[in-house]
């Protein structure tokens, strides 16, 4: 009976380096405490702006009489963010006063042919355009009153509207940073748990522990049991920040905005997994290739490049370049959710990127299984990817 439960305990070693490698990393206060610096960044990333936002006070504009007082009013109204305040004053000197000590923003005085707007040492070019095209408004509107036209007769002809031919599912700046935000989530997770996969297998070198683990359990079970078991970390810790990023969205009252990322983030998982995948193969055989941890600036350049150019491509590039990027395997983990939120892509374009990935995943891995068949027994000096390639299996 126990020969046959430890036949099954040993059937799928892989296992049991993947358990043993999502152990560590619980046990890990490196680990852990970059998964709570990653929340607290993404926190203060959701919550800081809506607070800042919803603290805005508006600007108080010192007027002198009530057609100040109606500029500023409809200057608010076009706006339509309660941006400005109107301050009664005495005199001008006291709208001086009020504007040298900073009670108020701006003054509207009235002059010979209008207003003028006074400031400290310069005016917010925001206020006084606001408060330019509200005078000239009321202005327009008290002389056709004179001349007998109504002010739907005086705006005939003038109404401009926006349209758009190809308008995204979020407000551009939103879509931008969250655009951003998902690129950088799979950069630094698979940067982040590729150095840690590299320094791990360098340990197990120096250490000579991989020699025991090599006796006991196939070459490529401890590859397999390395990617499952970090893959799984590393998707366990984007889901946490991305349920501290929907308790931020809901707490500040931005949850129309998951309804747009919700679709995407599902796609966005299934990238993540397989640039993930065929990543976390490529950052063993970099260790593997070292024999000590000063080798790893040599040996995972080669994953770093591969990392960076995507990264800078999916949030810089525009247009054709990033449809293009969107395609390549690597990059569409991080190009393709981005142009999900920003465009209106078709079906089949996620589902090519994803097939694509999917082959470049598979050959990169065989690929990387060779590489650390023959790498990972060698101690004596650091290898190079030619030279690993000639070598036997050990």
Same mark, same amino acid.
């Given at each position: 009976m ?7 305990? &040993?059937q ?12 560590t ?5 490196t680990?852990?405490g970059s998964?709570?610096?990653?929340l607290?960044? !993404? %926190?203060?990333?959701?919550?800081i ?20 007082a109606?500029v500023v ?9 309660d941006?400005?305040e ?6 001008? @000197?006291?709208a001086e ?7 108020v923003?701006?003054?509207?005085l009235?002059a010979?042919?209008g ?9 917010d070019?925001g206020?006084?355009?606001? &408060?330019?095209?509200a ?26 509207q926006e349209q ?9 700046i939103v879509a ?8 950088l989530? /799979?950069? %630094?997770?698979?940067?982040?748990f ?15 522990v991989?020699?025991?683990l090599?006796?006991?359990i196939p070459?490529? @079970?401890?590859?397999?049991?390395? !990617?499952?078991?970090n ?14 990023s929907?308790?931020g ?5 931005? @949850? ?5 990322? #919700?679709?995407?983030a599902?796609w966005?998982?299934? /990238?993540?997994?397989?640039?993930f ?6 950052? #063993? ?9 000063e080798?790893?600036?040599s ?8 990392l960076? !150019?995507p /990264? /800078?491509?999916?949030?810089f590039?525009g ?8 395609f390549v395997?690597?990059?569409?983990? %991080?190009?393709?959710?981005?142009r %999900? ?6 079906l089949?374009q996620?589902?090519?990127?994803i097939?694509? &990935?999917?082959?470049?995943t ?8 060779r590489?650390y ?15 690993a390639l ?5």
């Amino acid at each position: 009976m126990s020969t046959q439960q430890s036949r099954t305990r &040993l059937q799928h070693p892989w296992q049991l380096v993947a358990l043993r490698e999502i152990s560590t990393k619980l046990r890990d206060k490196t680990f852990i405490g970059s998964t709570v610096f990653m929340l607290i960044v !993404v %926190m203060a990333a959701v919550i800081i702006p809506a607070l800042l936002a919803g603290n805005d006070s508006p600007d108080k504009v010192a007027v002198l009489d009530d057609a100040g007082a109606r500029v500023v009013q409809q200057a608010d109204l076009v706006n339509g963010d309660d941006s400005l305040e109107v301050t009664r004053v005495a005199d001008r @000197a006291a709208a001086e006063r009020a504007v040298t000590d900073g009670d108020v923003a701006v003054a509207l005085l009235p002059a010979d042919n209008g207003y003028v707007v006074l400031g400290d040492d310069e005016v917010d070019s925001g206020i006084g355009n606001s &408060l330019r095209e509200a005078a000239v408004s009321l202005g327009m509107f008290a002389n056709a009153a004179k001349a007998g036209l109504t002010p739907e007769q005086l705006q005939a002809g003038t109404a401009v509207q926006e349209q758009l031919l190809n308008p995204g599912p979020l407000p551009e700046i939103v879509a931008n940073f969250v655009n951003i935000g998902l690129a950088l989530a /799979f950069y %630094m997770t698979a940067l982040g748990f590729g150095m840690m996969i590299a320094q791990s297998v360098v340990q197990e070198k120096e250490s000579r522990v991989v020699e025991i683990l090599a006796a006991a359990i196939p070459i490529r @079970a401890l590859l397999w049991g390395k !990617v499952v078991g970090n893959t799984v970390m590393a998707l366990a810790q984007i889901v946490v920040i991305a349920a501290a990023s929907l308790i931020g969205l809901l707490v500040t009252g931005q @949850a129309d905005i998951l309804e747009v990322i #919700a679709p995407v983030a599902g796609w966005f998982v299934v /990238f993540f997994v397989l640039g993930f995948l065929a990543l976390a193969g490529l950052w #063993a055989v970099a260790g593997s290739l070292a024999t000590r941890q000063e080798d790893l600036g040599s040996t995972t350049l080669p994953g770093q490049m591969i990392l960076m !150019v995507p /990264f /800078f491509f999916s949030v810089f590039a525009g247009g054709t370049a990033k449809t293009v990027a969107s395609f390549v395997p690597i990059a569409s983990s %991080m190009a393709m959710p981005g142009r %999900m939120l920003t465009e209106d892509v078709p079906l089949w374009q996620p589902l090519v990127a994803i097939a694509l &990935l999917l082959l470049a995943t598979v050959l990169i891995i065989r690929l990387g299984a060779r590489l650390y068949e023959r790498t990972l027994l060698q101690t004596g000096r650091k290898l190079g990817y030619r030279e690993a390639l000639t070598l036997e299996p050990s």
